[in-house]
Every structure is written in C-alpha cells, then in structure tokens.
Nanobody, 125 residues
Framework: QVQLVESGGGLVQAGGSLRLSCAAS????????MGWFHQAPGKELDVVAA????????ICADSVKGRFTVSRDNAKNTVTLQMNSLKPEDTGVYYC??????????????????WGQGTQVTVSS
C-alpha cells in the first residue's frame, strides 16, 4: 500500500505559478512511476506528466508543455509539479498517482495503482 498526500494548491492569478508537492509513504518510493493528473470542472481526468523511477520526466499534456515541469526526490519520497504561466484552463483538481513499474511508462500507459486525494488549483483571469 502506498499513501500519497498532495499539497500546494490554491488560488492564483493568470500568469502566476504554483508548486504542487506529493509526499509518498508506505512502500519503496523508487519502485513507482509517478504521475500528475488534472481534472478540470466537468471534464475527464487527464494525465499531465509522468516521471520514471530514475527521474526521466515526460510532459504528457500538450497544453502545458513549456510551462509545467515534473521532478522527484527518491531520498525524500516526494514528487513535484512546478506550474508556471498558469492559465484559467489549468483550473481543476490535481492528483498525484503512483504506478508500480520499472523504468518509465508511456503517457497512455500511466494507469495508476494508487491515488492521492487531490488538491484544488484555481486560476483567475
């Protein structure tokens, strides 16, 4: 079992930045590919970014490329999503997720085994 707790969400004006963090506990963190998902109001859940067990990152959502970056610290059991130049369409709940796997996982194969509770991000225009 892996427990994931997100933090760092909030209200920000368009053009601003937020840094989301996810703290993991339970199993060996470095065994898990980590991902961030976004659910905009009234829309489906989309994978935003994924990062392999050894730190190779992939931005999955074209809409955030060049603005968001994902990183992890296996020593601290944390994964971070740095969100810059935020837009109103970035509004929604962001979920941290973990998938037991080796190496990296293609974006369309990022089917998590564990989820965090989500953190709300609201970007005002």
């Amino acid at each position: 079992q892996v427990q994931l707790v997100e933090s760092g969400g909030g209200l920000v004006q368009a053009g601003g930045s937020l840094r989301l963090s996810c703290a993991a506990s339970g199993r060996t963190f470095s065994w898990y590919v980590m991902g961030w998902f976004h659910q905009a109001p009234g829309k489906e859940l989309d994978v935003v970014a994924a990062i392999s067990t050894n730190g190779y990152s992939t931005i999955c959502a074209d809409s955030v490329k060049g603005r968001f970056t994902v990183s992890r610290d296996n020593a601290k059991n944390t994964v971070t999503l740095q969100m810059n130049s935020l837009k109103p369409e970035d509004t929604g709940v962001y979920y941290c997720a973990a998938k037991r796997d080796i190496g990296s996982v293609p974006c369309n194969s990022m089917v998590p085994d564990y989820w965090g509770q989500g953190t709300q991000v609201t970007v005002s225009s």
